[in-house]
């Protein structure tokens, strides 16, 4: 089996009046989430091959925060299409990775939480299950592409 862990930035500062979404920082609470993420990571041995990232402030400081507690030392590649991605573009993006043993994606919701049910239960629905900070462990067969319901979720964790 390999996996495929998705990780949803924690919880951000709202945006002001002008400010670009993008840009948008982690709150003091979101940084905690992201260390304790990282720490749920590290005491169950999901020490990543490869890790994408949407660029957005707030996915690459989660990351950093999790990196920190994990110790993984990966260079992280950014992946622009994370930031709006379909669950569609992100399996494309999972199965192009394939060769990772054990692939990160750190993005956003409404096409994380999408992903999760889509592979899971083969519907995405209006599935709401990734909430700020959570982590999704899914088991995939090693030389099977993504598709719908392929995947068990192996583990779960939500700040």
């Given at each position: 089996?390999?996996?495929?862990?998705?990780?949803?930035?924690?919880?951000?500062?709202?945006?002001?009046?002008?400010?670009?979404?993008?840009?948008?920082?982690?709150?003091?609470?979101?940084?905690?989430?992201?260390?304790?993420?990282?720490?749920?990571?590290?005491?169950?041995?999901?020490?990543?091959?490869?890790?994408?990232?949407?660029?957005?402030?707030?996915?690459?400081?989660?990351?950093?925060?999790?990196?920190?507690?994990?110790?993984?030392?990966?260079?992280?590649?950014?992946?622009?299409?994370?930031?709006?991605?379909?669950?569609?573009?992100?399996?494309?993006?999972?199965?192009?990775?394939?060769?990772?043993?054990?692939?990160?994606?750190?993005?956003?919701?409404?096409?994380?939480?999408?992903?999760?049910?889509?592979?899971?239960?083969?519907?995405?629905?209006?599935?709401?299950?990734?909430p700020p900070g959570a982590v999704a462990v899914l088991g995939l067969p090693v030389d099977a592409a993504i598709e719908p319901g392929i995947a068990r979720l192996d583990a779960f964790w939500w700040p």
């Amino acid at each position: 089996m390999r996996q495929l862990i998705l990780l949803r930035h924690a919880h951000a500062e709202s945006a002001g009046a002008g400010e670009d979404d993008a840009g948008r920082p982690l709150s003091e609470t979101g940084r905690t989430e992201a260390r304790d993420a990282g720490k749920w990571l590290r005491e169950h041995g999901a020490h990543p091959d490869r890790v994408l990232c949407s660029p957005s402030t707030r996915t690459r400081e989660t990351w950093n925060h999790v990196d920190v507690e994990l110790g993984s030392g990966l260079a992280v590649q950014f992946e622009p299409s994370i930031y709006d991605a379909t669950p569609g573009a992100l399996i494309a993006l999972a199965d192009a990775n394939r060769d990772a043993a054990r692939l990160v994606l750190v993005g956003h919701n409404p096409g994380l939480e999408q992903l999760l049910a889509l592979m899971h239960s083969g519907q995405s629905g209006d599935y709401r299950g990734m909430p700020p900070g959570a982590v999704a462990v899914l088991g995939l067969p090693v030389d099977a592409a993504i598709e719908p319901g392929i995947a068990r979720l192996d583990a779960f964790w939500w700040p």
